[in-house]
């Protein structure tokens, strides 16, 4: 169903693709705008708690706080209190933000944590239930995030407190995936949760989760201590200690955001401000753009053998420098200048060869191991020209699948984002060595990538997504299909995606991707794996008219929101 929706005032939007509707619930996909703020997250609800706050006179920080609390209700597979992010922000005033609110390890956490007796890996305790949880980090981070902001916290938590209370209609995903995952609530929570009930889970469906009501409602009455100490505090604590979970009270109390410099470099004209350490994003991007750049895809075509062959090899050098290098900065060596100065980019990718596949062996030191997806994205752009790029995650589908009694709400599984044991794979397939290990108090290494491009230090595109190891390559992609393909928002953020991150050696190719490439490939000795669809990117692009076109994914729920 194609709905045009005409208002009067600045704007037009002749492009509400409206999807679906539930009760009250429109998916909006793609709208374009002019002097109006927009906002693109991963449910519309969530989007329209944004755009709320700029229609009231907030600006991005705002909306993306907003957002930010109403997905933690609306959209728990991956919106979260109880789990972490990144943000990055370019304000008009010109200043550069990055916070990191990333999960830490718990002072008891050690390196060994999740190994047997004998040395092998146990993936299932580093995935799933208590032990798996990081100290969550999100609500600092919102707090962190608030002194950039310019309406009062209270009312910015207060969407997603009626939400809460007064529950919403759940989407056709929602259901599915609730249905799939409840033995895992059963077994991994200690008591009954909000999102377990006698009967299956149906489209339409009304979702309410009085508990995390009232632990909004603390932290909307008593700040960060809201959560951090006093009840909510407590109710994790105990919820800890009914598994095998070691966060304790002081561990809630010390977490601390940082803040941290951007890490920028150029692209054709354009500046790409993006996430430093402890997220690997960043530093991949710096890598697979210049590399790229060292051949150029001037003339080549959007997803064809000779485009996708040089990106690929990119991703490949870039992706194994990752699993050597890279950890948190304050644990150890910070390789970011090493590892993105122009002369080391070009010796990296002195063995390319068009013609055919470099062995991953021989562009890393393979580490022989034995053993053998759940984050979102908030873009925000305001009519002041303020933008906020914000990713957060709890790391799998619904996190560890435990909920917290009496709070309402599910805790993350990051602490799986450390290597658990040099060589073995995490749940997404990227391995580590040292560099990634378990230490308490430590940040575990992260692929988010939460981005803005500048041009003439004005905002072009805004842009993230979730996905795990394939965000960096989302992200690239996403931006060389604007820029060099001349892609539209819309066609950037849908086209079918490919990726590739060193080990496993294949190359990933969504449904849809074209044969003729995929043949190509092979015969240059790729392996190519078709698998499920590839991130979900929420994406705003300035056009030169000065459009604002903002879309979110047509793999998801994602949905678009605007200042009224
Ligand atoms: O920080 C990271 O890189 C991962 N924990 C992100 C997980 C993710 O994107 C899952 N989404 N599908």
Do not use: C
Request: glycine share 10%; hydrophobic share 40%; charged share 20%.
């Amino acid at each position: 169903m194609k709905k045009i929706i005409i208002s009067a005032g600045l704007f037009l939007l002749p492009l509400a693709n409206i999807q679906a509707q539930f009760t009250d619930i429109n998916i909006v996909k793609e709208v374009k705008v002019i002097n109006k703020g927009v906002v693109a997250s991963a449910h519309p609800l969530a989007s329209e708690a944004g755009a709320q706050m700029l229609s009231a006179g907030g600006n991005a920080f705002d909306a993306s706080i907003a957002t930010q609390f109403a997905l933690a209700v609306v959209y728990p597979q991956a919106g979260n209190i109880g789990g972490g992010g990144f943000m990055i922000a370019t304000t008009s005033g010109g200043k550069r933000i990055s916070l990191d609110y990333r999960e830490t390890a718990p002072a008891k956490a050690f390196a060994n944590m999740y190994l047997d007796k004998k040395g092998n890996a146990l993936p299932e305790l580093s995935q799933n239930g208590h032990l798996a949880v990081g100290i969550p980090g999100a609500v600092a981070g919102m707090f962190a995030m608030h002194k950039y902001a310019k309406l009062p916290m209270a009312k910015l938590i207060q969407p997603a407190i009626d939400l809460a209370e007064q529950g919403f209609a759940i989407t056709p995903d929602e259901a599915q995936l609730l249905n799939e995952h409840k033995s895992d609530f059963i077994k991994y929570s200690s008591g009954p949760s909000a999102f377990v009930k006698n009967t299956d889970w149906k489209t339409g469906d009304i979702l309410r989760q009085p508990e995390l009501a009232e632990t909004l409602r603390r932290i909307q009455q008593s700040g960060e201590k809201g959560f951090y100490e006093g009840k909510t505090a407590e109710l994790i604590v105990a919820e800890m200690k009914k598994g095998k979970g070691i966060i304790t009270a002081a561990d809630l109390k010390n977490y601390k955001v940082q803040e941290r410099t951007p890490l920028s470099f150029p692209y054709k004209g354009h500046e790409i401000v993006t996430m430093p350490l402890p997220s690997s994003g960043g530093i991949l991007l710096a890598q697979m753009f210049g590399m790229t750049s060292l051949i150029g895809l001037d003339g080549k075509e959007v997803n064809s053998p000779e485009a996708v062959q040089l990106m690929v090899e990119a991703e490949r050098r870039a992706y194994a420098d990752r699993a050597e290098y890279l950890g948190d900065p304050s644990f150890v060596a910070d390789k970011t200048e090493m590892l993105t100065n122009a002369d080391y980019i070009r010796r990296r990718f002195a063995d390319y060869n068009p013609k055919a596949a470099t062995p991953s062996s021989a562009v890393g030191k393979i580490i022989p191991a034995k053993e053998s997806e759940q984050t979102t994205h908030i873009s925000v752009l305001d009519k002041e020209g303020n933008a906020v790029s914000a990713t957060t995650t709890l790391n799998g589908l619904y996190g560890s699948r435990t909920v917290v009694a009496g709070a309402g709400f599910l805790l993350n599984n990051e602490m799986d984002d450390f290597s658990i044991k040099p060589g073995v794979p995490n749940m997404y397939g990227a391995v580590g060595n040292e560099a990634n290990a378990i230490q308490p108090g430590k940040r575990m290494l992260s692929s988010m990538s939460p981005t803005v491009v500048l041009k003439n230090n004005k905002p072009a595109i805004v842009v993230g997504t979730p996905g795990g190891t394939t965000i960096p390559t989302s992200v690239f992609q996403s931006i060389v299909n604007v820029i060099d393909f001349k892609k539209n928002a819309n066609e950037a953020v849908n086209l079918p995606k490919f990726h590739h991150q060193w080990l496993p050696e294949v190359v990933s190719v969504e449904e849809g991707f074209p044969q003729h490439t995929i043949r190509e490939l092979e015969k240059m000795n790729y392996k190519i794996q078709k698998r499920e669809k590839i991130g979900r990117v929420e994406m705003i692009v300035v056009e030169d008219s000065g459009f604002i076109h903002a879309v979110g994914d047509g793999r998801g729920d994602d949905s678009v929101a605007w200042e009224k």
